[in-house]
């Protein structure tokens, strides 16, 4: 492990055993599926089998009049909201129908799967069963199914409604284009003129999906008084508060949503899905009512990743330096606007120091489901075309591609893309370290009949930060009970309670860390974009700070002395003037209650200073030329992370984002029908890599400390899935002559283009 950590800690930087861990490990975890209530009835949606197509009339009579269905529910029991963007909570906007629309169609179906009604019956078959008794009549529309077709002049408008301002200053309408925005630094086209090297490259990535393990559920109680609680596995029980009590109409007073344990989600379980439709279920049958998504329903009707066009070009002097970027994306926000183009053009560029750039992205609806976040959303897209040209340019140029990059590296007061300009970063440090590993020295080892190659790519992202709030609780015993309000999905409780017990200097073993449901903790921003160990671990530290000072205040009364007499280290209260007066943490703990009562820390804070994070990937590959199979010899990803606060998760992280990359790079996509259907909703068919698809994953942690985090932190969830496509790319090239810009590069797509290349 690379560390420029000006300190060393006693509880951070350790692998304590997880405190959830043991209830994983022998099934005592409950996540949203495993709740069981009292008279507890299930829920199933009827989904549109029309990509496109206007509702015309929804018959419910012979559903309504069935003993067995308990209730039904359309679009008409969702509060009515207004076509035009409002708040939706904490300074985000979206387009109320927009948000009324994804969880039941109104008007049109807008992808295969588009929730249209619901039922609620006594089991989970009767419900599945029952789904036939309601019928709709539709008039079934022409779909468009990629970004391309869907930006031409002559493509089926989704959306008659849309509209966005040009860059002129004029309202486009009928177009499929929600949305268009533009970076600038510079003066774009004198950089072009300066170079001695220009490469322009056009590149096309596939619909994937995050693949998580566990679907998507709700389970809703929804009480006389109008109160209704939703039991449910998501990123952010606030945010699905927000969006329940938005789409039902309720305050959000009325809405407790209780966080289960979850089964991965990268991004796909910010929104929700089935929690309104669970509740109104429940409020019209009197009882609690549960849903859960099948494998099928998880692919074809939750928000993957967006499909892409893009193309770059860079500029750049014979000796390596970038002179001009200029770079054109379009990316499928699939039913409704929303794709993450904004991550994208926010990153791809941010890894160089660069003075002149131009980028256009822009945001396009088409006949799929609505697109949410995948781990750095948006920037592994953007990295595969400029880290692809990145490697030609080296090439051309007969310059190592590593220096290539430390040419150009980003460093402490580079200018971003998007305006931003950096604080301390580890973009230079990431990448000597990368230059000086035994991976990249080792010359890769070739046979004869054999087609090996070897790529390096590097990415960036920007990680999140937001309101985050923990309440800490001494019992009698000296142990602290710590609420806080990041949902957990990667080990964050166990990260967050290090830094309390770093604070306080007592045993990691002695936290007892819990997310609190939405009634119990102040607001906290979603578990998303690697900010959970930044601003939750920042509230533990000030949460600590308060404990603290409360401990010092404690001991002075004990000893009838100044609190500025008494000082706390490594978990002891001590008498500055008497060395003798010594108290630990756990005595004070223990006459808590004859020196004032409970011991309580809280804080909520926003915290700024967040810190971007650097990564590259260095892979080994062969070919089979007869097949177009891709194996990986050796892999060696390497993650500037700020501080590891807990080693063994970040280390999975970056295992676990790589792994990912590598799926996406190789073999993952949507298959589509020419009607608009998803051909591939099975995990036999969605071709996820496997452990034996993989080497071991070696990651390289590099420790470039954030000033902006009381420990440093910076994140680590996101960063390590930017470079892999890149890389992959990269080595397949080195490995073959071929350059492949379209993804996925499949067994079948490498074969065909070495085919091309020799015929």
Not at 338 to 363: F, H
Request: charged share 20%.
């Amino acid at each position: 492990m690379a560390t420029q950590t000006p300190e060393n800690y006693g509880v951070i930087g350790k692998r304590p055993v997880r405190h959830d861990g043991a209830d994983k490990v022998t099934g005592k975890a409950q996540y949203g599926a495993d709740l069981n209530l009292p008279g507890m009835l299930f829920g199933k949606v009827l989904r549109s089998p029309h990509a496109h197509a206007r509702i015309k009339s929804i018959d419910l009579s012979e559903a309504l009049s069935h003993p067995d269905i308990k209730a039904v529910v359309t679009s008409q029991d969702l509060s009515p909201l207004p076509d035009k963007p409002a708040e939706v909570g904490e300074d985000l906007y979206a387009n109320m129908k927009y948000v009324r629309d994804r969880i039941l169609a109104s008007d049109k179906v807008l992808f295969k799967g588009h929730p249209v009604a619901a039922i609620a019956a006594g089991s989970l078959h009767e419900a599945e069963e029952l789904l036939s008794l309601i019928k709709v009549d539709y008039e079934v529309l022409e779909s468009v199914t990629d970004v391309e077709s869907a930006m031409a002049e002559d493509a089926p408008i989704l959306h008659e409604t849309i509209k966005f301002a040009s860059l002129s200053g004029d309202e486009v309408h009928n177009s499929n284009i929600a949305s268009h925005d533009q970076y600038v630094l510079g003066d774009v086209e004198k950089g072009f003129k300066q170079a001695d090297l220009v490469v322009e490259r056009e590149y096309r990535t596939k619909t994937v999906h995050q693949g998580y393990i566990e679907p998507q559920n709700g389970t809703a109680s929804w009480r006389s008084d109008g109160h209704v609680t939703i039991w449910c596995s998501s990123q952010g029980h606030f945010g699905i508060r927000d969006q329940v009590s938005t789409v039902l109409g309720l305050p959000v007073s009325k809405v407790t949503i209780v966080p289960m344990e979850i089964g991965g989600g990268f991004g796909g379980k910010l929104p929700c899905y089935l929690e309104p439709i669970a509740a109104l279920l429940s409020k019209k049958t009197g009882n609690p009512v549960k849903m859960f998504m099948t494998r099928a329903e998880v692919i074809e009707a939750s928000g993957p990743t967006s499909g892409s066009y893009v193309k770059v070009k860079i500029g750049v002097t014979n000796d390596g330096k970038i002179t001009a970027a200029q770079g054109y994306l379009a990316f499928e926000a699939g039913a409704f606007p929303g794709s993450p183009i904004g991550g994208a053009t926010a990153c791809m560029l941010s890894p160089y120091d660069i003075d002149n750039l131009l980028l256009d992205g822009y945001d396009v609806v088409d006949n799929k489901p609505k697109t949410t976040a995948y781990r750095a959303p948006g920037a592994p897209i953007g990295a595969l075309a400029v880290e692809t040209i990145m490697d030609e340019i080296a090439e051309q140029l007969n310059i190592d591609p590593v220096d290539l990059r430390l040419l150009n590296a980003a460093k402490e007061g580079t200018r971003r893309s998007d305006g931003v300009v950096n604080g301390k970063i580890g973009m230079i440090e990431l990448s000597e370290i990368v230059k000086n590993h035994d991976h990249y020295q080792s010359p890769l080892e070739q046979e004869e009949g054999k087609l090996r190659g070897r790529g390096i790519a590097f990415g960036y992202w920007r990680n999140n930060t937001g309101p985050a709030a923990c309440v800490a609780t001494v019992t009698p015993d000296g142990v602290v009970n710590l609420s806080e309000g990041s949902v957990d999905v990667g080990g964050s409780r166990t990260a967050i309670a290090q830094q309390l017990a770093e604070v306080l200097s007592i045993p990691i073993e002695d936290v007892n860390p819990q997310v609190a449901d939405t009634d119990s903790i102040g607001y906290t921003s979603v578990t998303g974009g690697s900010g959970v160990a930044f601003k939750s671990g920042w509230a533990a530290y000030e949460a600590a700070q308060e404990v603290k000072k409360e401990m010092i205040k404690r001991a002075s009364l004990v000893w009838d002395a100044k609190e500025d007499e008494v000082e706390y280290t490594d978990g002891i209260a001590q008498h500055k003037s008497d060395p003798e007066l010594k108290l630990t943490f756990k005595e004070i703990a223990s006459a808590s209650n004859g020196t004032g009562g409970p011991i309580v820390g809280s804080a909520g804070v926003n915290p700024g200073g967040v810190g971007g994070s650097y990564a590259a990937m260095l892979v080994d590959v062969e070919i089979d030329p007869e097949t177009g199979k891709t194996t990986i010899l050796r892999c060696t990803p390497f993650t500037d992370v700020g501080k590891a606060i807990h080693p063994d998760y970040v280390e999975g992280q970056i295992q676990g984002g790589t792994a990912q990359g590598i799926g996406w790079a190789l073999n993952e996509e949507y298959f589509m029908s020419d009607d608009g259907k998803v051909m591939n909703s099975s995990l036999l068919d969605y071709r996820m890599p496997t452990s034996l698809d993989l080497p071991m994953i070696d990651p390289v942690v590099v420790e470039v400390f954030n000033p902006g985090h009381p420990f440093g932190v910076r994140g680590v969830g996101e960063s390590p899935l930017v470079p892999p496509l890149a890389a992959m790319a990269n080595a397949l090239y080195d490995a073959t002559g071929v350059r492949m810009r379209e993804l996925p590069m499949s067994p079948a797509a490498v074969k065909k283009a070495l085919d091309n290349a020799t015929s």
